[in-house]
């Protein structure tokens, strides 16, 4: 499979078989902005839950926050984003279309849509991307506010508080999961850049040392890495790659990558662990004149302490998930597309279906055996559409790891159920009063 056909297959199922949609597309759609639908919203949660539960929920030293999307115009004065959170841009000399000078593929695609003529660019200006917008009912006195172009600081603006709501002592991590905004010169690649998205991050602070930090920031950049391989990839389709020195954000002292290898387009950043150093706790307290220090009650020390940062795009990880599970392979004489999601992540985790849907014992049974399932599951589905092959196509697509058929030897002879493997595509009997153990087993 091509890796260009390989993207076109994973964006047709996902409008397909309403994993995602177009934002607005009865009015034409929006550049950037995508909507979840109900196959997506469940994986997209799993892979949510995935990050909460091993960064936050696991631990004892990290604290969950959910901080608000619209914050003050200080708040980016004091992060540097109103300053130097820009991108380079270049406007089409014929069409007046703007693209981002240091995207050479962005460039050439907009050079094919005018076949013959020479396209002639502006010079390179910078853009800001963050997307204002004013509070207040009164124009006069209405405040400038910004939809956080990242969620990152959210927390940092709430250190002092989470300090003294649960004394804790550093080092200690906040994490949160949340959407941010950025006005995109070009969003491109489907799920990759996008101007509305959602990223999942901690904050680790700890003491100012290079030898505490150095420890630190190699801890974390290992534990990303293999949060990442948790989501189901191939080892070798994962590198880490540290920032050129000109290439690092203005917060950032240092920079690494996680890279996943997207088809068609190569190596992209999948997530980032920066260290931060004293950036954003020194810069909030220059500009809200509140001390973000830290007393060390057992050194009788005040200093104001580094961050290491673990960061990732929520969608980001969703596509490259879809990009990675997409398999082919020929199953009883056809050709068949399915999603290899590990089972914790899939969106659905078992489906049950009679083997007819006209016999009502069948279908009785069925039933029982679904709601059953449900309690326990949760991501369960009934399905009794079509005859059971289609059945079993529909939920290979959706990276369905098990199917559960109710037959005639399930009334008759009490032999148990027929469950299906996603990826083999083998069948075997299981007893009903061993069924909720067996799926158990291999989907949680």
Known sequence: MADNSKMEKVVSLCKRRGFIFQGSEIYGGLAGIFDYGP???????????????????????????????????????????????????????????????????????????????????????????????????????????????????????????ILDSMHTKIPFGIGQIGKAFRNEITPRDFLFRQREFEQMELQYYIKPNEEEGMKQYEYWKQFAFDWYLGLGFKKENLRLRQHAADERAHYAKDAWDIEYNMPSVGWKEAWGIHHRADWDLRRHTEYSGVDMSYYDEETKERFIPWDVE???????????????????????????????????????????????????????????????????????????????????????????????????????????????????????????????????????
Not at 118 to 130: C, D, G, I, R, S
Not at 136 to 144: D, L, M, R, S
Not at 147 to 153: A, D
Not at 311 to 330: C, H, I, K, P
């Open 310 to 444: 673990c960061s990732g795009g929520v969608d980001r990880a969703f596509l490259f998930v879809m990009l990675e599970a997409y398999t082919e392979d020929e199953l009883g004489g056809e050709v068949r597309g399915y999603l290899k999601l590990t089972p914790k992540l899939a969106p659905v985790k078992v489906a049950v279906f009679p083997l007819l849907k006209n016999k009502p014992q069948l279908v009785e049974k069925a039933r029982e055996v679904y709601q059953k399932l449900k309690k326990e599951f949760g991501a369960v589905e009934f399905d009794d559409n079509g005859n059971i092959g289609k059945r079993y196509r529909r939920q290979d697509e959706i990276g369905t790891p098990f199917c559960v058929t109710i037959d005639f030897d399930t009334i008759e002879k009490s032999t148990g159920v027929t469950v299906r493997d996603r990826d083999s595509g083998k069948q075997e009997r299981v007893s009903e009063k061993d069924l909720v153990e067996y799926i158990k087993e291999k989907v949680l």
């Open 39 to 161: 196959m997506g919203v469940e994986l997209r949660h799993n892979i949510k839950q995935y990050f909460w539960q091993k960064f936050i929920v696991e631990r004892e030293d990290v604290y969950g926050m959910g901080a608000a999307i619209l914050m003050p115009e200080k708040v980016w004065q004091a992060s540097g984003h109103t300053e130097l959170f820009t991108d380079p841009l270049v406007e089409c000399k014929i069409c007046h279309e703007r693209v981002r000078a240091d995207q050479p593929e962005a460039i050439s695609d907009h050079e094919k849509t005018h076949k013959k003529e020479k396209v002639e660019w502006t010079e390179p200006v910078k853009f800001n991307m963050l997307v204002g917008t004013k509070l207040g009912a009164a124009e006069k006195t209405a405040n400038q506010v910004y939809l956080r172009g990242e969620i990152t600081q959210g927390v940092h603006v709430n250190f002092k508080n």
